[in-house]
């Protein structure tokens, strides 16, 4: 008998244990092997050496920096127009730093930031970019400060372990900006089979790290939110640095501030790799050693390490009891107000159709609106539109200029036309795109269907958004057409000049900016 194939929840959970099982091994691990060289009494003599005020004190500096995060996390949520109160924030700080400390990985509290941000109603992909964000923006800080105190550590035995650290790390956040492009060019180069294999893999994955680097950048030019969130990020290290001090100063060992800092960014860097439980272990032998460097012993270093662990931990403690009071359903909302006095619903009585071209029809209708009241009405029958904004790899919008009889002048557009008849909207999409730019497309997003004019016109807009093939130049468009590719901010400016006016076309750039994930798209135009 041929035995049956583990379902995939159960391969999950496996796969999930054995990974909890290896950081716990890891976890004690480390820290069975820094016991083993420490005297442990020694250790606990300066743990309870440290006394009640001072660990106050390192508390608050850890409260005071979640107040820092919830509001660097508030700007990167405004800039992605998906605002909340800075109450809120914090509050979902907080708890976000309690699961780092009581869930196995040390990014659960962000999984957790995620979870409840959803709940209030915002969409996955902007809360799971939100945090990402966040993340990466106190990483970049850890980063920074490497870099910047890196002379304290010339001609130690730090220096060129936490040089290859601070660079490793600068261009894991370059990487962010460069990657998507070039990967995006590598996976269209794969042959059909690999892309085959891959599925939707590759560019889902592509997607999200655009979306991501959009974001980036999309708070680092805003003014003032840029400075400031870069500027709280490098604080927020600082002040970690100082609490180092703070508590070997209270332990009587010398240690200068900016060492401190110095040798603090490296562990506290390792501690976030995900390979032991919240950091312990990983964080303790970093700081032994990197301490060792400027003269610590280890048994100073390791209470240093234990106490900035549990300075944490009690702090969170505050998160912890957020959950517990906050974990209330939500009251159902209530049904709108009922009684007022139902609207009889018009008849139409004839309707009567008139063939003026191949293009365009006029409708007439006798529409009865009860109570004897009789109404004649016309309107212009077509197929339905299509309105593309389209953006290329380089986050250029291609926008065409032709002459239309109807204003009797030029006019600025998105590349448009009619479904033929039988014709898939999305096909219609992609020919037009290709006929009037050139452009091919490569991946086309629906925004929506909308009546074009519910007085006068009775066919539909079907708005899409593109993204393209890359074009090192435009091919020949249609005669009669000019194409000029555009920056997001280009296209605003002509929109508020009044030399882009077709009013389909800009409320197709405004459907497109309501959903965060295109108008990150967008806005990361240069």
Request: aromatic letters at 8%.
């Amino acid at each position: 008998m041929i035995p049956a194939a583990a379902s995939p929840a159960k391969r999950l959970n496996a796969s999930s244990a054995t990974r909890l099982f290896v950081k716990i091994v890891i976890t004690l691990g480390l820290l069975a092997l820094l016991a083993s060289k420490v005297n442990l009494r020694t250790v606990g003599d300066r743990i309870v050496e440290i006394g009640f005020m001072p660990f106050a004190v390192c508390i608050l500096a850890t409260l005071v920096l979640t107040i820092l995060v919830a509001w660097r996390w508030q700007m990167i949520l405004a800039r992605m127009q998906n605002p909340v109160a800075f109450g809120e924030s914090w509050r979902l700080v907080l708890i976000g730093l309690f699961f780092n400390q009581v869930l196995p990985s040390g990014i659960g509290g962000d999984a957790v930031r995620v979870w409840l941000l959803t709940r209030s109603g915002r969409r996955l992909r902007t809360a799971f970019l939100s945090v990402a964000a966040d993340r990466i923006f106190a990483l970049s800080a850890v980063i920074l400060c490497m870099t910047g105190f890196l002379p304290v550590l010339l001609h130690g035995p730090a220096q060129w372990p936490v040089t290859f650290l601070a660079v490793a790390g600068a261009l894991g956040f370059a990487a962010l900006f460069v990657l998507p492009h070039s990967l995006g060019i590598l996976a269209r180069a794969l042959p059909d089979r690999l892309h085959q294999a891959a599925g939707r893999l590759i560019p889902r994955s592509l997607d999200l790290l655009r979306e991501l680097a959009a974001v980036l950048r999309l708070v680092l030019r805003a003014r003032p939110e840029g400075p400031a969130v870069v500027g709280i990020s490098v604080a927020n290290q600082l002040v970690l640095g100082w609490i180092i001090y703070f508590i070997a100063g209270r332990l009587h060992v010398e240690i200068g501030l900016f060492t401190a800092i110095a040798l603090f960014s490296p562990a506290l860097l390792l501690s976030m790799l995900p390979i032991s439980l919240g950091g312990w272990g990983v964080r303790e032998a970093a700081l032994v050693w990197l301490l060792g460097t400027a003269n610590v012993p280890p048994d100073a270093s390791l209470a240093i390490s234990v106490l900035f662990g549990i300075v944490t931990t009690v702090a969170s403690l505050a998160g912890g009891l957020l959950w517990l009071v906050n974990r209330r359903p939500q009251a159902p909302a209530k049904p709108p107000p009922s009684g007022s006095a139902p609207v009889p619903i018009p008849v139409v009585l004839k309707r009567h159709l008139s063939v003026v071209s191949p293009w365009v029809s006029l409708m007439e209708r006798t529409v009865d609106y009860g109570s004897g009241k009789i109404e004649v009405y016309h309107a212009i029958e077509q197929a339905d539109y299509i309105a593309i904004l389209a953006v290329t790899p380089n986050f250029l919008i291609p926008i065409v200029r032709q002459y239309r009889p109807a204003l009797e002048r030029f006019t600025w557009e998105l590349p448009a036309g009619m479904i033929d008849p039988g014709e898939d909207p999305a096909e219609t999409c992609a020919r037009e795109l290709r006929e009037e730019t050139g452009l091919k497309a490569r991946r086309i997003h629906a925004l929506g269907s909308h009546a074009a004019d519910s007085a006068r016109l009775g066919n539909s807009v079907h708005s899409y958004l593109v993204e393209t093939e890359d074009a090192d130049s435009l091919p020949e468009p249609e005669p009669g057409i000019i194409v000029q590719l555009v920056s997001f901010e280009r296209l605003v400016a002509l929109i508020v000049s009044g030399e882009f006016d077709l009013q389909l076309h800009v409320a197709t750039v405004g459907i497109a900016l309501m959903q965060p994930s295109f108008a990150r798209l967008l806005m990361a135009s240069p």
